[in-house]
């Protein structure tokens, strides 16, 4: 490390410093986020330009907390995430496990429709006529049942379940237990990386439901949080929202957009490291083994 070049040092030097200015051009707009949501709303006013209050405030998160609007989308957001996301790992995975035992019959077609799937978008059209015909257009199910199997998790959940000997299997039958108890008994027990991994993938993509919602759902009182997010950010009056406390005067505007896409991105980032060490070991057997 002594007998290092200049020019080596040069590099060293240029490479953290381009590193640092990436770090500080990704992260300053959620610090700013952050900052503003918090800020006291008369130094706000006062300055609207706020990098380091002099007064912190919860008026912002107390005033959208208060508002029947906002508590109904999260708790519309909670539902998709909880729901969709134990309804989707529960289809996936014993769809994962099937098509992983070899003895499955028609093993191979199921494989060819899956990855058709993938390679092969039906598009937006057909997409609403399907779930317009099934009957679920204004219904919050519209955004689980069309999701509840992704193609490329199943097969990514495949590799890790052929990663499970099959003489496993074979064992638990000669003891006297049936293809279901195997399944809920052994093999989940084992499958705790994998569940954990896509479970994140799912439950990330339910939370950020928006286009779908946006397609699907016309009464707002269904709406998730990222469409309601989406109404008062382009539209300043949608953030009058009536609060059940006294307020003399709420917060301004652009604090209370600010606030609410902290809570809408919060969530995510308090569930991740709660799962983050079955989450490398989980992509990683399932991207690996085929």
């Given amino acids: 490390m002594k007998n ?8 060293q030097a240029l490479n953290y410093t381009l590193l640092g200015l990436m770090a500080v051009v990704t992260c300053f ?22 990098l380091f209050p002099k007064q912190w405030s919860w008026a912002s998160y107390d005033y959208l907390l208060s508002t029947k609007a906002f508590m109904r989308s999260i708790g519309n957001s909670v539902f998709l995430a909880v729901v969709g996301t134990a ?10 496990y099937a098509l992983s035992r070899r003895r499955l019959l028609g093993r191979r077609v199921l494989m060819l429709m899956i990855l058709l799937t993938i390679l092969f978008s039906p598009g937006i ?4 006529m399907l779930v317009r015909q099934i009957g679920l257009i204004g219904s919050i199910w519209a955004l689980i049942i069309p999701a509840l199997a992704s193609g490329w998790i199943v097969i990514l959940m495949k590799g890790f379940f ?18 279901i108890r195997t399944w809920f008994q052994i093999v989940l027990p084992l499958s705790l990386p994998a569940l954990a991994a896509f479970g994140l993938f799912y439950a990330v993509g339910f939370w950020n439901q928006f286009f779908n919602a946006l397609l ?14 989406q109404s008062m950010l382009i539209n ?21 957009k600010m606030a609410a896409v902290m ?7 308090i569930v991740y490291p709660f799962l983050q060490k079955h989450f490398a070991k989980g992509a990683m057997v399932g991207s690996i083994k085929g």
Wanted: charge should be negative; include cysteine; proline fraction near 9%.
């Fill in 87 to 96: 309804c989707s790992l529960t289809v996936s995975a014993s769809l994962a």
């Fill in 29 to 50: 707009p959620v610090y700013y986020v952050l900052v503003v949501s918090f800020t006291d709303p008369a130094e706000y006013l006062q300055n609207k330009w706020v």
């Fill in 162 to 179: 052929d990663s499970i000997p099959a003489e496993l299997d074979e064992s638990a039958a000669m003891d006297g237990s049936n293809d």
């Fill in 236 to 256: 300043a009056a949608s953030t009058d929202l009536e609060a059940s406390g006294d307020y003399a005067q709420p917060p301004p505007t652009e604090m209370l």
């Fill in 263 to 269: 809570i809408a991105t919060v969530p995510i980032l």
């Fill in 216 to 229: 699907y759902l016309n009464d707002s009182s269904k709406w998730p949080i990222q469409v309601l997010l």
């Fill in 125 to 128: 059209i057909p997409h609403y």
């Fill in 4 to 11: 290092r070049s200049a020019g080596d040092r040069l590099f």
